[in-house]
Nanobody
Framework: QVQFVESGGGLVHPGGSLRLSCAAS?????????MSWYRQAPGKQREWISSIRVDGTIYYREEVKGRFTISRDNTKNSLALQMDALNPDGTAVYYCNTEFSDQKWGQGTQVTVSS
């Protein structure tokens, strides 16, 4: 059974940075899956943020381009999201999943951007 454990969230001031991590388990071969980060802000639907495909191609949601950086370590079955220049719109619970979001969601990690 595939499982995701997200970590690294917290409270940060506007303009600050956080690095999120996702530990994935249960994949027959993690490197064979494109992976993505998603987030869900209070009162809103979960939305896609960024993807890193099997061939290394990376995509970002327009509003995070230049501020967020996705990466993966296939040797550790892990995914990361470096978030810089955070603004209050970044307040949300952040999740990882495959690029098709077809696995069970983890608990996510809370990011709060506030002064």
């Amino acid at each position: 059974q595939v499982q995701f454990v997200e970590s690294g969230g917290g409270l940060v001031h506007p303009g600050g940075s956080l690095r999120l991590s996702c530990a994935a388990s249960g994949f027959p071969s993690f490197s064979a899956y494109g992976m993505s980060w998603y987030r869900q802000a209070p009162g809103k639907q979960r939305e896609w943020i960024s993807s890193i495909r099997v061939d290394g191609t990376i995509y970002y949601r327009e509003e995070v381009k230049g501020r967020f950086t996705i990466s993966r370590d296939n040797t550790k079955n892990s995914l990361a999201l470096q978030m810089d220049a955070l603004n209050p719109d970044g307040t949300a619970v952040y999740y990882c999943n495959t690029e098709f979001s077809d696995q069970k969601w983890g608990q996510g990690t809370q990011v709060t951007v506030s002064s």
